[in-house]
Nanobody, 112 residues
């Protein structure tokens, strides 16, 4: 079993930055992919970025060039650095660890 705990969400003005963190614990040796999804009100959950073992990091077109995902293996923590935030980035952001583990979600609101 893998457990994920997210932190770092909040309210930010357009153009601002936030960094989300996702701390993993448990059977982390079983994780082959980690990433971030988001779900805006009334919309389906969508992939934001994902790191897969032995493969390059994938970013959704909507965040490419603005968001960066990184991983600190010593701390078993995944990060999502979000820059140049837009109102359309407002959503609940979920950490994901393959194959089937999700975090509880953290709210990101971009508004003036």
């Amino acid at each position: 079993q893998v457990q994920l705990v997210e932190s770092g969400g909040g309210l930010v003005q357009p153009g601002g930055s936030l960094r989300l963190s996702c701390a993993a614990s448990g059977s982390i040796f079983s994780i082959y992919a980690m990433g971030w999804y988001r779900q805006a009100p009334g919309k389906q959950r969508e992939l934001v970025a994902i790191m897969r073992s032995g493969a390059s990091t994938y970013y959704a077109d909507s965040v490419k060039g603005r968001f960066t995902v990184s991983r600190d293996n010593a701390k078993n923590t995944l990060y999502l650095q979000m820059n140049s935030l837009k109102p359309e980035d407002t959503a609940v952001y979920y950490c994901y660890a393959g194959p089937t583990t999700w975090g509880q979600g953290t709210q990101v609101t971009v508004s003036s």
